[in-house]
């Protein structure tokens, strides 16, 4: 399996996103396995959601330092227009505007934290200062082989 990095990263502002998926909630070594079965739950049900902006997309949020039991883990989702007959089994998030500094990550789901690390350290050689307590986002283009996905990363920046 070829690991490719992507050198480039920027800084992007986000509008508001609504996202419908599932909340993953786990000790911290399996989030590594739970989230792709996640992924593979929410790909097998999207028929059930309505006004999806783009079902070949997945958004993956969190919040590095969560103040609250409400914001632990890890919400696996797509993007919709609007919320209307959530499925009983799933949740929403609503993710405000926000300033993200950004890259992308081609390769293994176990290798995600090195491509993090680059960013961090990107972000502060720029002067750019992390909100940890806000929610990061992952933009997922494929995830069903976890040995190849392809994401970006949002980091969400000052």
Known sequence: MKEMTMENKTIKELHELRLVGFRVLCAGEQYIEEIPKASLRLSECISEIKHVVNPLQQFGAFVVDN??????????????????????????????????????????????????????????????IRLKNKWHLEKFYSWEDKEEIDVELFDTIK
Not at 91 to 106: D, E, F, M, S
């Open 67 to 128: 103040d609250t039991v409400e914001e632990d883990g890890y919400w696996v989702c797509v993007e919709v227009k609007e919320f209307e007959d959530i499925p009983t089994n799933m949740v929403t998030l609503t993710v405000p505007p926000q300033r993200y500094a950004i890259t992308r990550h081609l390769g293994p789901n176990y290798q995600i934290s090195k491509e993090y690390n680059e960013l961090h350290k990107w972000i502060e050689k720029n002067n750019h």
